[in-house]
């Protein structure tokens, strides 16, 4: 007579803070299959996000919109397990706004009306940056009836450009990024903007932006910007200068602390660190094709260590373990060790030419990953299933909420 076979342990029954920490370690895909397993484990996976304490650090993404999700929606196309997650998002649609920025798990988006927002997409919550018309150099005009009519562009002394409503957006706003989680803490929101790549900058909450004014006559005209471990602000300019910028109230003290290296002006140019502390500059080359028409494509990435103390860089041939995101999100440099679904030694990239993005909107988006060792560049999803406009964006989602 043959004996019974022993039943396999009943997961269910796990104890709630077990259950808890297990899923709470879990990235989001698998999180979102854990509600197949059976009731116990579908609520307390729902209760992690409603609660806003699953906090477990993501792979990041690629968000963009399609035509099927509809211009309120964002598909959010995870490296983790190489598929998309649709996410609805808050008025006003988020496929009719401009995205300039995207840091700690914050979309920076501008709407119609050039006003700025932050977006979360993996909670959909939104807050208000201050209005566009407190940036130093933007001058709201109004109609007779006290309608604003459009805005006026100073150029430093020059005559102001007028420009419309919906069309400043484009035109002023560059990037923006983030010192953290606003859900987590104080934070400060950087603009590098136009007329001449200046800073701006107002911390969540203020109602007004501060403008950080470069020497006379000496347009800063920087490429890229990132927060150290020690609170500052690190700028990187056109020609590869590097700026320490201590941020206290509403004014900002400037300290240069690496020299202009490049021998030419250089708008694709981005700045990060690795988790060991090394500081990189990365310079990206482009290469439009013709043809029925232009496309722009990423044909070669260079990185340089900055030795600050020698004042020069050094040819980086290899990233080894690391990985690198760049783009409109907050340039940053990935270990493959920490995050093992990413390719190492590739440069994950989107568009963010400047004026290839405000002259050709209806163009194929420049996004793909490039293999540093024979610079050979492959589709992040084939084919491409986004809508050129608004423009694709590396996004690290985080579920952490600022309402509890």
């Known amino acids: 007579m043959e004996e019974p076979t022993a039943a396999g342990p009943d997961w269910s029954k796990l104890p709630p803070d077990v259950l808890t920490t297990v899923l709470g370690d879990l990235e989001f895909p698998d999180l979102f299959r854990t509600a197949d397993v059976c009731t116990a484990w579908r609520a307390t996976a729902r209760a992690l996000r409603r609660l806003g304490i699953y906090s ?35 008025d006003p649609p988020i496929g009719e ?7 700690h798990g914050w979309l920076v988006t501008a709407d119609a009306r050039s006003e700025l927002h ?78 001449y790549r200046d800073l701006s900058f107002a911390r969540v909450g203020d109602d007004k932006w501060h403008w950080i004014p470069s020497a006379p006559r000496e347009p800063p005209r920087y490429s890229d910007c990132i927060f150290g471990d020690d609170g ?32 030419f002006v250089a708008y ?11 500081v990189l500059q990365i310079w990206r ?17 260079e990185v340089y260590m900055a030795d600050i103390e020698k004042q020069q860089i050094v040819r980086v041939r290899t990233l080894g373990d690391y990985a690198l ?9 990935l270990s493959t060790q ?11 990239f989107t568009d963010d030419d400047e004026y290839w993005l405000i002259d050709s909107k209806d163009n194929r988006r420049d996004v793909g990953i490039l293999n540093l060792e024979d610079l050979s560049a492959t589709d992040v999803v084939s084919p491409q299933p986004w809508l050129n406009w608004p423009i694709p964006v590396w996004i690290t989602p985080s579920f952490n909420k600022i309402h509890k």
Do not use: W
């Open 56 to 90: 477990r650090p993501q792979t990041p993404c690629l968000l963009y919109t399609t035509a099927a999700a509809g211009p309120r929606a964002a598909e959010l196309f995870s490296l983790a397990d190489k598929k998309a997650y649709r996410a609805r998002l808050p």
């Open 97 to 103: 706004r401009n995205i300039i920025g995207s840091s």
């Open 118 to 195: 932050l977006l979360n997409p993996a909670t959909g919550e939104q807050v208000a940056l201050p209005s566009v018309a407190t940036i130093e150099q933007v001058s709201p005009v109004l109609d007779r009836e006290g309608n604003l009519e459009r805005y006026d562009l100073s150029l430093h002394g020059d005559d102001p450009q007028p420009y419309g409503v919906d069309e400043l957006r484009g035109v002023l706003y560059l990037k923006a990024v983030l010192s953290c989680d606003p859900a987590l803490g104080d934070c400060t929101v950087v603009l590098i903007h136009n007329p």
């Open 232 to 263: 500052a602000l690190y700028a990187m300019d056109l020609l590869g200068g590097m700026y320490r910028y201590a941020i206290e109230g509403s004014c900002a003290t400037r300290d240069m602390i690496f020299k202009e290296t490049s021998p």
């Open 268 to 278: 694709n140019g981005y700045l990060s660190k690795t988790s060991c502390g090394s």
């Open 285 to 301: 080359v482009k290469r439009k094709t013709r043809g029925e028409q232009e496309e722009m494509h990423t044909v070669d990435i």
């Open 325 to 333: 995101f760049i783009g409109h999100n907050y340039t940053c440099c």
């Open 338 to 348: 920490d995050y093992p679904r990413l390719l190492r030694n590739h440069v994950y």
